[in-house]
């Protein structure tokens, strides 16, 4: 036999035995996730209606697919316009400012700003009215900003005990443009709540603390929303996002308290989400995708010490095609989680239609996770075949770790 001969004979077995290692679809059963989560908590006057909400993510949908066309929508051109400079300045408590330009309360400061408004707050602690109520801005371009820029300089506190679930929000931004920063917040039922109006967009949470409430940052059909910087402890809900366009949520840090009753970053019929950055740690899902997210970019984050870093839910119920789909993960890290670094749930099996397909898994590594490091359970492929590898419907490539199923993926 010649030394080409041999050397195709070799690759042949290799082949075989490769082959023969890691079967498409000899799939054990996926792990069993135990649901410890608390009940999702629905903001007092968000719509009971979800129609109108679906149809601005259709429309958000064609909008961001016609940007990846390279066409100028006229969402491009109106965030190319700077609308957030403050002109006005009012303050809270503040010592040493002007009187006629002073306040009492955030609300008072709120309820006289103009656009184009900074609302500096020096330190104290500051109260809301309790159950159902709290501070509400409806004018657009507000920064609120706490004065100090440590945890517990300047506290908005809602009065209603650690996770309650009365309704109480510390601040509901209705607005464009409003911002919140550099503020504590606490003992809410949602520290922040953006959205219900339909032209809410352009929003920022950056720089603050939420300590027991029961939601950090909730987002209701919002557009552009930025959750950047910020600290979240024992929130149940830290980040919640639904029915949203373009949100950018990046370089927060969420520590669950461990017992995996508390959610860590949750996304549910989202389009062009950018997830970057972030840290999470003790809760049952580091990241959370469920239903219908598309077109998402999920870069360098870090879940560690979850119940399951990742997380593309399915629709049990669902009869259509791909719940999540073309998102893209990359450069994450996923260790010590309880049960799975990345686990991907298609609950139709192999020989329906995927739940989510099409998405790409590039440069991630996860090790040290209690059952497998990877899990993809998806079959089949969603629209184009070239998008999927490994027996799976999704792509995988230069992803390391050190147990998957299928074993494939650790080849491509």
């Given amino acids: 036999m010649t030394r080409r001969q041999t050397t195709v004979m070799f690759i042949f077995l290799c082949g075989m035995l490769l ?54 929508t006229s969402s491009a051109l109106a965030a190319s316009v700077n609308n957030s400079t403050s002109t006005y300045t009012l303050y809270v408590n503040c010592p040493n400012s002007p009187a ?42 507000i920064k609120i900003e706490g004065v100090l820029t440590h945890a517990g300089d300047e506290t908005l506190n809602c009065t209603s005990g650690p996770n309650p679930t009365d309704g109480s929000y510390g601040f509901w931004l209705e607005g464009q443009g409003d911002e919140v920063e550099y503020m504590t917040v606490s003992d809410c039922d949602f520290g922040v709540y953006i959205g219900f109006n339909p032209e809410t967009k352009g929003s920022k949470v950056t720089h603050d603390y939420f300590n027991d409430d029961y939601n950090g940052v909730d987002v209701f059909d919002g557009v552009d929303i930025t959750i950047s910087d910020s600290h979240f402890q024992t929130n149940f809900y830290p980040i919640f996002t639904k029915y949203d366009a373009k949100d950018c949520i990046s370089g927060n840090t969420i520590e669950g308290d461990g017992n995996f009753d508390d959610d860590g970053i949750y996304v549910e019929y989202g389009v062009s989400a950018k997830i970057e950055s972030n840290t999470v740690n003790g809760s049952e899902f580091g990241l959370e ?14 879940f560690d010490g979850n119940e399951v870093g990742v997380y593309l839910g399915a629709d049990l119920t669902a009869t259509t095609v791909g719940d999540n789909s073309g998102n893209t993960f990359e450069k994450n890290y996923a260790s010590g989680n ?28 996860a090790y040290g996770n209690g ?16 998008d999927t590898n490994a027996g799976t419907a999704d792509y995988y490539k230069g992803n390391k770790g050190g147990s998957a199923v299928p074993g494939a993926i650790f080849f491509q």
């Fill in 289 to 302: 995708m469920d239903l219908y997210n598309a077109l998402a970019w999920v870069e360098s984050n870090h």
């Fill in 100 to 141: 006629s330009k002073t306040y009492g309360t955030i609300q008072d400061a709120v309820a006289v700003a103009l656009p184009h408004t900074t609302i500096k707050v020096c330190p104290g602690t500051y109260v809301t009215g309790g159950a159902s109520t709290g501070i509400l801005v409806t004018t657009s371009w």
């Fill in 338 to 365: 309880f049960l799975v670094g990345f686990l991907l749930d298609d609950t139709e099996g192999a020989d329906a239609i995927p739940d989510s397909g099409a998405n790409k898994f590039l440069k991630n590594q």
């Fill in 19 to 72: 082959a023969a290692s890691t079967p498409s679809y000899a799939k054990p059963p996926m792990p069993s996730v135990p649901n410890y989560l608390k009940p999702i908590q629905v903001f007092p006057q968000q719509p009971s209606s979800e129609a109108a909400a679906r149809a601005n993510i259709a429309a958000a949908r064609a909008q961001a697919a016609a940007e990846a066309r390279g066409e100028v």
């Fill in 371 to 386: 059952a497998y490091d990877y899990f993809d359970d998806t079959y089949g492929y969603l629209g184009n075949e070239a």
